[in-house]
């Protein structure tokens, strides 16, 4: 079974470029700003003597076909009085923890104090249905490009960029209608000071079947992402069949042939719509798109005419094999990052 390279393979970036010209919105967002008493009525309180609406999130409706969301942040907070002069910037500071956890059905979150946050949620009151899992957001775990929240979850944002620069992309989960943006504290957000201003994107799907791609990348907005990883990363491939022979698949980059489809005699796998980052290292030059990077990588990796880190292939036994090209063995285990695609069977 000799592995195939891919040819003709569209980074998820490229295509996100290709969306609709994105809904866009400034809003200011106090320190004040709880992200526990999102979604819920006046009066509501909430730990240490919070209460909507005085220290309510900032709301943004999402437009209809919102699939993908971006941020650009500036300005300072503080948990306390006195910013300024003693504040912090968007990205936050002291990683804290939500003291009280699960909060109005709000999953729990851990992140630098002070950073800006978000949560999605749909039409309903939060508090009517149970908090998902919490999130983890330490130094491991903030160079994100790519981001996936579920409804209820609050998630770390920050200035919208990574310390390289890259841009944080967030998926918007299924059925979402809202988005509050809000700060993070242990406790007590009545006494914080300061304030961020955000400019949000929101990327639209479009209504004819350009942008087809777009909907299947936000179709598993549920995985979770491994922990200790610098990036996300899906604990396990998902292979869903969505018509006789028509797959879309998420391929884990720490997988050694880690997700395959059934190819009958007669017949071969056509790969498209690729797109997602693997990184290969921990280091930042080490990440590419499916197309890898560099030159062909030589003996001893999977496909040696390939480039380092490129998705690639091999049909065997009636089945179709799919991989990020790196040695084999030990080395996978410390990949970070994933590769989405459909596969046609001809």
């Known amino acids: 079974m000799k592995p195939t390279i891919l040819l003709g393979t569209l980074a998820w970036a490229a295509l996100w470029a290709q969306a609709p010209e994105p809904f866009r919105v400034r809003v200011s967002v106090p320190g004040t700003s709880n992200p526990y008493l999102a979604g819920m009525p006046k009066g509501t309180k909430a730990d240490v003597g919070d209460r909507a609406p005085q220290q309510s999130p900032v709301l943004i409706k999402l437009p209809a076909g919102a699939a993908g969301v971006t941020f650009a942040a500036v300005g300072a907070v503080d948990h306390q009085p006195g910013c300024p ?41 939060p508090d009517k249905t149970r908090p998902p ?3 983890k957001f330490d130094d491991s775990h903030q160079q994100f490009t790519i981001f996936s929240p579920g409804l209820k979850q609050v998630f770390f944002i920050g200035r919208g ?11 918007i989960p299924n059925g979402a209608t809202r988005l509050f943006l809000g700060t993070m504290d242990g406790f007590e957000w009545n006494n914080n000071t300061g304030a961020f201003s955000v400019i949000v994107a929101v990327e639209c799907t479009s ?15 549920n995985w979770p992402c491994l922990p200790e990883h610098r990036h996300c990363t899906p604990a396990r491939e998902i292979v869903e069949e969505r018509a006789p022979g028509q797959y879309h698949v998420l391929l884990p980059a720490q ?6 489809v059934s190819t009958p005699p007669g017949t071969h796998a056509v790969v498209g719509e690729i797109k997602g980052t693997v990184c290969l290292e921990s280091a930042a030059e080490s990440c590419a ?13 999977l496909a040696p005419h390939a480039p380092a880190g490129s998705l690639v292939l091999k049909t065997g036994s009636g089945r179709t094999y799919f991989s990020v090209n790196d040695r084999t063995g030990n080395a996978f285990q410390n990949h970070d990052g994933f590769f989405e695609f459909d596969v046609s069977i001809q």
């Open 161 to 171: 960029t990574t310390k390289s620069g890259e841009v944080r992309r967030f998926a």
């Open 255 to 260: 997988m050694e042939w880690g997700a395959s």
């Open 207 to 221: 209504v004819d079947s350009n942008m087809s791609s777009v909907d299947s990348r936000v179709s598993f907005a």
């Open 289 to 301: 798109g499916p197309e890898g990077k560099g030159p062909p990588a030589g003996e001893g990796f």
């Open 85 to 125: 002069p003693h504040c912090d910037p968007p990205e936050g500071s002291t990683q804290t923890q939500h003291r009280r956890g699960p909060e109005h059905g709000i999953g729990d979150i851990g992140a630098p104090i002070n950073a800006l946050v978000g949560v999605f949620l749909n039409d309903d009151r």
């Open 133 to 135: 899992r919490g999130l």
